[in-house]
């Protein structure tokens, strides 16, 4: 183990972070760790986050699969470089931070999971080896920063819906984006997409209301030029 990752371990054990015995790295209910600005390596393992954790400057990177819990809170105010599945079901504070998915934890080519609802700052999609991130049914992702999707050319990074639904990331004033090397199936990168225009059939009265109406017009039309013509004869005589 590198001097590196054993100052991570004893950091993240001294905080409450781990759980040995299911070689994961857990923030339970009620608990808080803060990063206070230092740097771990998570070593690819699993992240529970049922507590508070917190960057707050700091770095952490080669996050196995992550998941923020209901009630979980990740303060993400720092860098945070994730190499597997994220899943959201709490909250994130991303502002003034920087979030990478690379899938530097998984196979080449693999799939990685992305769900749940996130708002962050700067935003990194990366994979060097044609890795595909699905976004699973409801998933919501506002980036108000950098959003920068990049693969490689001959393995290009696939972002796709994983219901064939389409998902739109939506992109706060001022975001900018940057692409290269990306194939996008079911998924739009920029504003929400305008719904279309209503196509509620405009009322249309039948054959038999609208002959009823012409004969009304008639009668009234003749009726009023018999009435002028009787108004003239009635005039004429001396």
Do not use: E, H
């Not at 699993?46 to 917190?54: A, K, L, M």
């Not at 819990?69 to 994730?82: D, W």
């Amino acid at each position: 183990m590198s001097a590196c990752l054993r100052n991570s371990v004893a950091a993240l054990l001294a905080g409450g972070l781990m759980q040995v015995a299911s070689a994961q790295w857990v923030v339970s209910s009620g608990a808080a760790f803060d990063l206070a600005g230092g740097a771990a390596d998570l070593a690819c393992l699993p992240v529970d986050i049922s507590g508070t954790y917190s960057l707050s400057g700091g770095s952490a990177a080669n996050a196995g699969p992550l998941t923020i819990a209901a009630g979980g809170v990740l303060n993400a105010q720092g860098q945070m470089l994730l190499g597997a599945d994220f899943n959201n079901l709490g909250t994130l504070n991303a502002a003034n931070g920087a979030v990478t998915l690379n899938g530097a934890c998984v196979a080449a080519g693999a799939s990685i999971s992305v769900g749940g609802t996130a708002v962050f700052n700067d935003l990194t999609i990366s994979s060097t080896s044609g890795q595909t991130f699905s976004f699973q049914p409801g998933t919501s992702i506002t980036v108000n920063g950098n959003l920068t999707v990049s693969g490689t050319p001959g393995a290009p990074v696939a972002l796709v819906s994983a219901s064939g639904v389409p998902i739109t990331i939506l992109l706060g004033p001022g975001a900018r984006v940057t692409q290269s090397n990306v194939t996008l199936t079911n998924i739009i990168i920029g504003a929400t997409v305008t719904p279309p225009a209503s196509t509620t059939p405009v009322p249309v009265l039948d054959n038999l209301l609208v002959s009823i109406l012409s004969l009304m017009v008639f009668v009234l039309s003749f009726g009023a030029l018999r009435g002028r013509r009787s108004s003239n004869l009635q005039r004429k005589q001396p």
